[in-house]
């Protein structure tokens, strides 16, 4: 819970075609900044505003060698998107499991609360092995 | 590891974040009731068993909204809440889904949608379809068909299969 902030900008990153284009290149490997953004087709003002959320989500790394940029994957906030995506799946399980749970519970209270003539073989223990 | 790769499978489908099916032996109107019950949403929140009782609160009907809060021991609070958008008793539920943050205000809006299909003609078998679908932010609900699972799942098959956990 504690890293909701980080979470929510590495969900942004994802967010769009462009920047999730980029991540994907870089999945090959690190690339300069005009290999890994070129051929996009929209300006460069556009690209260096996808470049920060990326940074700020911490998706990616700029390596400065001289005058070139370079671009490197970090894959640890994508991770823990994914860690996020787990366990909101494993608290579904457990509700799921909870619902079961309770309608055992409730099946077994209505036999419990059903008339004699029901028959008495449903209250016969069970235990008796 | 080949673990992960099928829960990486299982867990995303095309632009849904998250389904999941389990069948009960119960008619849809018993399911559909304890899905909603507060006793049962009470039960599923008790996340840690030294917490505090958790807190449910549930204004069933379309607008009206849910809370469900509990604290750890540690003093850790756990709240997530959402609006019913959606309630078509025994068949269908829509809500949304939001966490509360520690430095207060909510997190990134997702949205819940569950089916309650009878099996059987008799209603005595029920399978409940749960989809959540996960949104970033209001701002790119719109673009939310080509949201954020699919860039999870370019790197589903890469990174997350390399790494043992």
Redesign the interface.
Same mark, same amino acid.
């Given at each position: 819970m504690a890293n909701n902030a980080l979470l929510d900008r590495a969900f942004v990153a994802c967010s769009h075609p462009i920047r999730r284009g980029i991540l994907e290149r870089l999945a090959g490997g690190e690339m300069t900044v005009g290999e890994a953004t070129g051929d996009f087709g929209v300006s460069k003002p556009a690209i260096s505003k996808h470049l920060k959320l990326l940074e700020e989500a911490g998706a990616i790394t700029r390596v400065v060698d001289g005058r070139k940029h370079r671009l490197q994957l970090r894959e640890q906030p994508l991770d823990d998107a994914y860690a996020w995506m787990t366990g909101q799946r494993e608290l579904w399980e457990r509700k799921l499991d909870t619902v079961e749970e309770y309608l055992r519970e409730q099946r077994e209270s209505k036999h419990l609360q059903q008339p004699q003539e029901q028959g008495h073989e449903n209250r016969q223990p069970k235990e008796s092995r | 590891m080949s673990n992960a790769t099928d829960?990486?499978e299982a867990?995303m489908t095309g632009e849904t974040?998250?389904r999941?099916e &389990?069948s009960?032996?119960?008619s849809p109107e018993?399911?559909f009731d304890? /899905?909603t019950?507060p006793?049962?949403l009470k &039960?599923?929140w008790a996340v840690h068993p030294d917490g505090s009782t958790p807190a449910a609160e549930v204004d069933l009907r379309p607008g009206g909204r849910y809370r469900l809060s509990m604290e750890g021991p540690d003093g850790?609070r $756990?709240t997530v809440q959402g609006e019913y958008s959606e309630i078509d008793r025994p068949h269908r539920l829509l809500y949304s889904w939001q /966490?509360e943050?520690?430095?207060g205000g909510l997190?990134?809006i997702s949205m819940v949608a569950v089916e309650f299909r009878a099996d059987r003609a008799d209603g005595s078998r029920t399978t409940?379809v749960?989809e $959540?679908t996960?949104l970033?932010?209001a701002d790119?609900r719109d !673009?939310h068909a080509?949201? /954020?699972s699919?860039?999870?799942e370019?790197?589903?098959t !890469?990174?997350?299969t390399s790494?043992t956990v």
């Amino acid at each position: 819970m504690a890293n909701n902030a980080l979470l929510d900008r590495a969900f942004v990153a994802c967010s769009h075609p462009i920047r999730r284009g980029i991540l994907e290149r870089l999945a090959g490997g690190e690339m300069t900044v005009g290999e890994a953004t070129g051929d996009f087709g929209v300006s460069k003002p556009a690209i260096s505003k996808h470049l920060k959320l990326l940074e700020e989500a911490g998706a990616i790394t700029r390596v400065v060698d001289g005058r070139k940029h370079r671009l490197q994957l970090r894959e640890q906030p994508l991770d823990d998107a994914y860690a996020w995506m787990t366990g909101q799946r494993e608290l579904w399980e457990r509700k799921l499991d909870t619902v079961e749970e309770y309608l055992r519970e409730q099946r077994e209270s209505k036999h419990l609360q059903q008339p004699q003539e029901q028959g008495h073989e449903n209250r016969q223990p069970k235990e008796s092995r | 590891m080949s673990n992960a790769t099928d829960t990486a499978e299982a867990v995303m489908t095309g632009e849904t974040s998250l389904r999941i099916e &389990r069948s009960f032996e119960a008619s849809p109107e018993e399911v559909f009731d304890a /899905w909603t019950s507060p006793e049962v949403l009470k &039960r599923w929140w008790a996340v840690h068993p030294d917490g505090s009782t958790p807190a449910a609160e549930v204004d069933l009907r379309p607008g009206g909204r849910y809370r469900l809060s509990m604290e750890g021991p540690d003093g850790e609070r $756990h709240t997530v809440q959402g609006e019913y958008s959606e309630i078509d008793r025994p068949h269908r539920l829509l809500y949304s889904w939001q /966490w509360e943050l520690d430095a207060g205000g909510l997190g990134p809006i997702s949205m819940v949608a569950v089916e309650f299909r009878a099996d059987r003609a008799d209603g005595s078998r029920t399978t409940v379809v749960l989809e $959540h679908t996960g949104l970033p932010d209001a701002d790119s609900r719109d !673009r939310h068909a080509q949201g /954020w699972s699919a860039c999870l799942e370019i790197f589903g098959t !890469r990174g997350f299969t390399s790494q043992t956990v």
